[in-house]
């Protein structure tokens, strides 16, 4: 099995950032797909970032590109989400997901991911 702890989570004004941090244990993971996704109040989960095995290949949701990086380093079991310039709409519950298929690469579709964490959340006030 795979565990993931989310943390970095908090109030946050308009154009601020945050870092969130997944830490994994259990199976290595260090092959694996890593993602974030967010739920906001009274909206579904929605996709927000995947990265590959080596963090060379990334993909983001269109909302966040530019803004957001996600990142990894496989020797210290983490992945990260750099946040910056953020607005009221990234008020969110953010999660961590790893997937051990190619597919959520590819697709990034919730279903996809087999791990999620317990989720930190964020808030961005005007």
């Known amino acids: 099995q795979v565990q993931l702890v989310e943390s970095g989570g908090g109030l946050v004004q308009v154009g601020g950032s945050l870092r969130l941090s997944c830490e994994t244990s259990?199976?290595?993971?260090?092959?694996?797909?890593m993602g974030w996704f967010r739920q906001a109040p009274g909206k579904e989960r929605e996709f927000v970032a995947r990265?590959?095995?080596?963090?060379?290949?990334?993909y983001y949701a269109d909302s966040v590109k530019g803004r957001f990086t996600i990142s990894r380093e496989n020797n210290k079991n983490t992945v990260d989400l750099q946040m910056n310039s953020l607005k009221p709409d990234d008020t969110a519950t953010y999660y961590c997901?790893?997937?051990?298929?190619?597919?959520?690469?590819?697709?990034?579709?919730?279903?996809?991911?087999?791990?999620w964490g317990q989720g930190t959340p964020v808030t961005v006030s005007s």
């Open positions: 259990g199976r290595t993971v260090s092959w694996y797909v």
């Open positions: 997901a790893a997937a051990s298929t190619l597919g959520a690469l590819v697709r990034g579709r919730e279903s996809d991911f087999a791990f």
């Open positions: 990265t590959n095995y080596s963090g060379r290949t990334t």
